[in-house]
């Protein structure tokens, strides 16, 4: 992988590269939102992001998870996507290890219904164990499934809270928190002001169709302004490190 801003590199250690900051000037956790799209925008082949990817998207993907406390997703993307818990190799173990962080980041999952697989291997083979953030009305039915396979987190009433869930996140020691989507996850997120960067892959495909993009809902007004950190380039991908420019 090649760097191509702002400095020029054809060695680029990723981690370095993807470096988050110890804490933000609010005090709540660092956030942080990956995903992929096409020239189009279509975030998504036949209903999921593995068609738009590559060896490149994958090992950035893999090295934003070891480098987050917990990773963030909306339960409709994680049903998509077929969801399992978060591996990492040794070495990324052991960097992790050094910067005090667990072994491996915990999952957690947005849910409003409650409406879990509580047998899927996303809980019942998770090294670290997964996180449920629901609603109030959605507790009963969490905690019912929840007992001994994930920690809960009650945000909001009928509707997740997403300043409260992130403020709870905070409260456990999650200080950078990695975003995956899904579209809906991300507009509440941002919405919310809540947003710190952007890492966007762009793939060189055309998809086409009214399918998902990486927000959903109505148009933001104005516009969410990111100043640009970096790019770098495998195949023809295109990764983009985007900041969100705070009070402008």
Same mark, same amino acid.
């Given at each position: ?36 799209? *096409? ?10 992001? /593995?068609? +738009?990817? /590559? ?84 507790? *009963? ?6 007992? /001994? ?82 790019? +770098?380039?495998?195949?023809? +991908? ?11």
């Amino acid at each position: 992988m090649r760097a191509l801003l702002p400095r020029p590199s054809s060695d680029v250690d990723l981690v370095e590269a993807y470096a988050t900051p110890p804490a933000i000037p609010s005090g709540r956790p660092f956030v942080r939102c990956n995903m992929v799209a *096409a020239l189009d925008g279509a975030i998504t082949v036949n209903g999921r992001s /593995g068609g +738009l990817g /590559g060896p490149g998207d994958r090992l950035v993907f893999q090295v934003l998870r070891a480098v987050a406390d917990v990773v963030l997703v909306g339960a409709g993307t994680a049903r998509a996507e077929h969801y399992g818990p978060v591996r990492l190799d040794d070495a990324a173990r052991e960097q992790r290890l050094a910067r005090r962080q667990s072994p491996v980041p915990p999952i957690a999952v947005v849910t409003g219904s409650g409406a879990l697989d509580w047998s899927a291997p996303f809980f019942t083979d998770a090294e670290a164990r997964p996180i449920v953030i629901t609603t109030r009305e959605g507790e *009963a039915e969490v905690q019912r499934g929840a007992s /001994g396979l994930a920690e809960v987190v009650v945000a909001g009433d009928v509707r997740v809270d997403m300043a409260v869930a992130l403020e709870a996140l905070g409260a456990g020691g999650h200080r950078n928190v990695l975003l995956e989507g899904g579209p809906g996850l991300n507009a509440d997120v941002i919405r919310s002001g809540l947003l710190d960067e952007l890492c966007l892959t762009v793939s060189p495909h055309l998809v086409g169709g009214d399918g998902p993009r990486v927000l959903a809902g109505p148009a933001l007004d104005p516009p969410l302004h990111l100043a640009l950190v970096h790019v +770098l380039e495998e195949d023809g +991908l295109l990764f983009l490190r985007l900041a969100v420019e705070k009070g402008g």
